[in-house]
């Protein structure tokens, strides 16, 4: 019972900035600034979503930032399983070799890639363009690692009694694997697209044409030089949060099983 009662106040003491940035985002600008602050909105306010609409193009920035997730995402998942299912039941030369340089890359910080990372996206032609937010995204070596941990777990006798009926590895891939793998699947989507929807530091140093900026570039260009319109900020946050709520949702059952099988550790 105790414990049950240390939860709840967590999860309250963890809600209440949620809270915080929903409520304050339906307060006017000048009630935001007010001292004492008000725990709730003395006068209900539509203001900041209405000014983020009029003046931003925030339909367009909700588009590309939902581009650049999806399709990200979509490559990430196909990689880390078809990775995954090489280096975990696969058996060629150098498997060994690619696996512990999958774990050594762990360690190396996003910082440390970031001026590589600007120098190839520029040489290959992918600056101003959302193809350059979403290719050197498509690879992640957590993701990958995950994969191969899961992939682990899942019985041999399965591959070989496929193979015996004389199904190819494609057949034994797209029918026993990835069903197997829909807790995985579940994790690594909810990951790679959340990962992908607020990543900020990769958009602000490809994207320079503002009809390209993402949500989160959007919400940097709020800040404006002499002042900083708050309740519009809050209004573009709260609908940022909106898509990664939905995606959690859909699939909270899976990502659950994801967390715990096959020693899946996050």
Do not use: H
Not at 35 to 61: C, H
Request: with cysteine; net charge positive.
């Amino acid at each position: 019972m105790t414990r049950k009662i240390i939860v709840i106040i967590l999860a309250i003491v963890f809600m209440i900035p949620v809270y915080w940035t929903v409520a304050s985002s339906f307060k006017t600008l000048g009630e935001i600034y007010q001292y004492p602050p008000t725990f709730f909105p003395q006068n209900f306010s539509l203001e900041g979503y209405i000014n983020i609409f009029k003046n931003m193009d925030i339909i367009r920035y909700l588009g590309n930032t939902l581009f650049v997730a999806i399709v990200s995402t979509f490559f990430t998942v196909f990689l880390c399983l078809t990775i995954g299912y090489s280096l975990a039941k696969g058996t060629f030369k150098g498997q060994k070799l690619l696996s512990n340089l999958i774990m050594v890359t762990l360690f190396i910080t996003a910082q440390v890639t970031m001026v590589p990372l600007f120098i190839i996206i520029k040489k290959i032609g992918l600056m101003d363009s959302l193809w350059g937010l979403i290719i050197p995204a498509v690879f992640t070596p957590t993701g990958t690692f995950t994969a191969v941990q899961y992939m682990k777990d899942i019985p041999n006798e399965f591959l070989e009694s496929a193979k015996v009926d004389g199904a190819t590895e494609i057949q034994i891939f797209t029918k026993i694997i990835v069903p197997l793998s829909k807790p995985l699947i579940a994790a690594l989507s909810i990951f790679s697209f959340t990962w992908r929807w607020n990543d900020f530091i990769l958009p602000l140093i490809v994207i320079n044409r503002s009809e390209l900026y993402t949500i989160q570039l959007a919400l940097s260009s709020l800040q404006g030089q002499y002042g900083i319109a708050w309740n519009e900020i809050l209004a573009l946050t709260v609908l940022s949060i909106i898509p990664t709520l939905i995606i959690f949702l859909l699939f909270q059952n899976l990502f659950m099983k994801g967390l715990t099988a096959g020693g899946l550790k996050y």
